[in-house]
Structures are given as C-alpha cells and as structure tokens.
C-alpha cells in the first residue's frame, strides 16, 4: 500500500508539472502581451504629444507672422507724401521685431544675453509692387533679357492670357493645358495673382521662385498690380533694363544716379526723383531715353508686397507668409495674402 500510495503521489506530482507550466507560459504571455501593448500606447501618446507640439507652434508661427503683417501695413500707413516713393522712406522696411523692440523673450528682459527656451522670431520687410514689370501690360520681346525667362515663357504668358485658343510660336493654349496628367484650361483673361506662372507652360518652380537662398525668381520681377508704368525711384536696373529704348547701359545710369557719389544704396547720399522729368538730370541718358523714361516710369506707387518670416524657436521650420497691399488716399487694402510654407 505504501508502495502504491507513493507511486500514486509521484503521479500527481508528474501529471501537475505540465499545468503549472502552461499557467507559467500563459501568464507570461499575457504579460508580454500587457508589456506591449503599453509601450504601444506610450509610443501614441508620445506621437500625439508631438502633434500637439507641432499643432500649437503652426498656430503660433501663423499669429506671429499676423503680427508682422501688421506691423509692415503700419509702416506703409506712415507714409504722409502719396505722390512719391522711393527707398529711402518709412515703408522701406527690412527688419524685426527683436531689432525695433517689439519682441523680448518670455522670461528675460530687455538687454538680457539670450538664453535657451521660447524664442520666437519675427521679421518682416516691404517692396514697392510698381518698381516690377506688369505681366499683363507689359512686352514679352523685352523679357528675353530676364534670368529665368526663355521663349517659350514668353509666349505662353500671352496666350495664357489672350481671349483666343491660337497658340503664338514656342506657346500654350488649352489644347496643350488639357494633355497635361492634371489637365486644365488656358485662363484666356489677365492674370489676377502672380503666383498663377506657375500654370504657364515652360515654368519651372525654381525660375519662378529663385533657384536658391536669396535668388530671385519670375516672381521677384513681375507683378499683376498696378498701370504697367514703373516706379523709377525703386526698380532695378535689370527691370529698367528691359523698357523700350533703354537698355543695360541707359538702366544703369539711372541706377548709379539714385545710389550718389559714395556708390552705394540706403546711405545718407541716395537721390530720387521728385516728378518724371527729373530724369534729364542724369548723365550719360540721351534726350530720346530721357523721354522714353517719362513715358514708360512713374515716381510714385498704390500698390506694395509684404514678405514676413516667423519662428517661435530659432531651429524651428519658419512660417512665411506674402500679401499684396493697395493703398488709396492714405487707406490700405489687402489685396490677396497667401501662406508660402511652413
């Protein structure tokens, strides 16, 4: 009996070995199962928690950038003489709010060494939209000159905007537009935004906004805004360049003319024209330019471009923002504003 009741102990023990082991597995399997599904939903918290960061620094790069807008329209606002305009005025405007002390950093006062933490950036600056060609009144036989500009550009631009479907040499109309992989159709009226080059046939994203850092683009040189007539106070020669009957050396007298005797631009010495016929005294422009400059040019401007750049760290991706501005007997308007990255 002993011998049988120790037998019958040892089987029990056998057969309950398998059980616990199956419970062992099983409990560790659970916990692995609990184990990721934790670090699961630490990874999506950490995510939505990123998103949030994201979220809330889009949202405060965008009234950032508000404000500078603001800030570049007061700017245009305090501009008492309408009937000129040139570089040397209030709307000229290149900075920040850091330098005009308009922005300190949260937890450190003014004069303080910067340091680590909320950083925010917010710099704005004002072109003057009339010293640009006008794309809808201007001539394509004077643009060749233009960086960026070929001849296929320079003949769909008018077709994208003449009212027939009769494409010009080397151009575009709807018949083209429509085998594209996105099809659409040739607008066939003037263009209302400059940004709509970029549906022109032959232009590419970087001749139209500069190949890198700092380079000028189509939309650098053109505009939709304003009579045709240019600004002789703020083009530049490369603009003045292309009037009829001026050219690179006539646009260039002109432009040394402005800077003064030190040669150079934004400095105490800088000359402007008060009326169009103040160009007679530039030397070195014939009497024929001279009148061609009066025809062509204007002194003053209704119409402005404001670019503004804001960060709320100094590594994070920038908000920028441009607008176009009218102004009219001292009232501004906005006449279109449009995000341009973040």
Same mark, same amino acid.
Request: charged share 25%; aromatic share 8%; with cysteine.
């Given at each position: 009996?002993?011998?049988?009741?120790?037998?019958?102990?040892?089987?029990?023990?056998?057969?309950?070995?398998?059980?616990?082991?199956?419970?062992?597995?099983?409990?560790?399997?659970?916990?692995?199962?609990?184990?990721?599904?934790?670090l699961g939903l630490c990874h999506r918290a950490r995510l939505e928690l990123k998103m949030a960061r994201?979220?809330?620094?889009?949202?405060?790069?965008?009234?950032?950038?508000?404000?500078?807008?603001?800030?570049?329209?007061?700017?245009?606002?305090?501009?008492?003489?309408?009937?000129?305009?040139?570089?040397?005025?209030?709307?000229?405007?290149?900075?920040?709010? *850091?330098?005009?002390?308009?922005?300190?950093?949260?937890?450190?006062?003014?004069?303080?060494?910067?340091?680590?933490?909320?950083?925010?950036?917010?710099?704005?600056?004002?072109?003057?939209?009339?010293?640009?060609?006008?794309?809808?009144?201007?001539?394509?036989?004077?643009?060749?000159?233009?960086?960026?500009?070929? *001849?296929?550009?320079?003949?769909?631009?008018?077709d994208w905007q003449d009212a027939d479907e009769s494409p010009m040499r080397g151009g575009a109309e709807?018949?083209?537009?429509?085998?594209?992989?996105?099809?659409?159709?040739?607008?066939?009226?003037?263009?209302?935004l400059i940004w709509e080059l970029a549906l022109v046939k032959g232009v590419e994203w970087t001749a139209?906004?500069?190949?890198?850092?700092?380079?000028?683009?189509?939309?650098?040189?053109?505009?939709?805004?304003?009579?045709?007539?240019?600004?002789?106070?703020?083009?530049?020669?490369?603009?003045?360049?292309?009037?009829?009957?001026?050219?690179?050396?006539?646009?260039?007298?002109?432009?040394?003319?402005?800077?003064?005797?030190?040669?150079?631009?934004?400095?105490?010495?800088?000359?402007?024209?008060?009326?169009?016929?103040?160009?007679?005294?530039?030397?070195?422009?014939? *009497?024929?330019?001279?009148?061609?400059?009066?025809?062509?040019?204007?002194?003053?401007?209704?119409?402005?471009?404001?670019?503004?750049?804001?960060?709320?760290?100094?590594?994070?991706?920038?908000?920028?923002?441009?607008?176009?501005?009218?102004?009219?007997?001292?009232?501004?308007?906005?006449?279109?504003?449009?995000?341009?990255?973040?």
């Amino acid at each position: 009996m002993k011998t049988n009741g120790g037998q019958s102990r040892r089987f029990r023990v056998a057969a309950g070995a398998p059980r616990r082991a199956a419970v062992l597995v099983l409990v560790l399997a659970v916990m692995s199962a609990l184990s990721l599904l934790a670090l699961g939903l630490c990874h999506r918290a950490r995510l939505e928690l990123k998103m949030a960061r994201i979220r809330s620094e889009q949202v405060r790069s965008h009234y950032l950038a508000i404000g500078g807008l603001q800030r570049a329209l007061l700017a245009i606002r305090g501009d008492a003489d309408e009937k000129i305009d040139h570089f040397g005025e209030a709307w000229r405007l290149a900075t920040s709010a *850091e330098q005009e002390g308009l922005l300190t950093v949260a937890g450190e006062s003014p004069g303080e060494e910067r340091g680590g933490g909320d950083d925010a950036r917010v710099y704005y600056a004002v072109s003057d939209e009339e010293g640009l060609l006008n794309v809808n009144t201007g001539s394509p036989a004077t643009w060749m000159i233009l960086p960026g500009m070929d *001849e296929t550009i320079a003949s769909a631009i008018p077709d994208w905007q003449d009212a027939d479907e009769s494409p010009m040499r080397g151009g575009a109309e709807s018949s083209y537009y429509e085998r594209l992989d996105e099809p659409y159709r040739a607008k066939n009226e003037p263009m209302a935004l400059i940004w709509e080059l970029a549906l022109v046939k032959g232009v590419e994203w970087t001749a139209l906004v500069g190949a890198g850092p700092g380079a000028a683009g189509l939309v650098d040189r053109f505009t939709v805004c304003g009579d045709g007539k240019i600004n002789l106070n703020t083009a530049s020669a490369e603009v003045l360049s292309t009037l009829p009957g001026i050219g690179p050396e006539g646009a260039r007298a002109l432009a040394e003319w402005r800077v003064g005797s030190d040669g150079r631009p934004f400095t105490a010495d800088d000359r402007f024209f008060s009326a169009g016929g103040d160009v007679v005294q530039v030397p070195g422009l014939t *009497e024929r330019q001279a009148e061609l400059l009066m025809e062509y040019g204007s002194v003053s401007t209704r119409h402005f471009r404001v670019y503004v750049e804001a960060r709320v760290r100094p590594e994070g991706r920038p908000y920028r923002l441009s607008a176009g501005v009218r102004r009219n007997d001292g009232e501004l308007r906005l006449i279109w504003v449009r995000p341009m990255s973040f």
